[in-house]
């Protein structure tokens, strides 16, 4: 597993996902509070950025919209809440070192 560098802390609003492109993927980065999530930035639906939708806290649970058909996931898990979307979204292990967000990525 390899730690990549995506941003600060600093550089991540409350409730407004940043997008980060890297090699392979692209995520969305969002934090809530203290706690900071990183989510495929695609939606299993169609080919839409979720780093396009909003957050929102739902029954406790940290969940990102798709803009296009307003499917929601957890942030946690990338299961969708609702649909039309069926499939989850693969997220990333965060660890936050010094204010840098670091993602935990399988292949780097
Ligand atoms: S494209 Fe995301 S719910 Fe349809």
């Known amino acids: 597993m390899t730690a990549v560098q995506v941003c600060a802390v600093s550089d991540l609003r409350e409730y407004v996902p940043l997008r980060v ?15 900071v999530f990183a989510i495929e930035d695609v939606c299993s639906h ?28 957890d942030l946690t898990t990338g299961k969708p809440t609702g649909p039309p979307a069926s499939m989850a979204v693969p997220v990333y292990p965060v660890e936050i070192i010094d204010d840098i967000v670091y993602l935990k990525l399988e292949n780097g």
């Open 21 to 35: 492109e890297l090699e392979r993927i692209d995520v969305a980065v969002v934090r809530v509070g203290a706690e």
């Open 46 to 73: 169609a080919d839409v950025p979720l780093s396009d939708g909003d957050v929102e806290i739902e029954d406790g649970v940290c969940t990102i919209e798709c803009a296009l058909h307003g499917s929601r996931f």
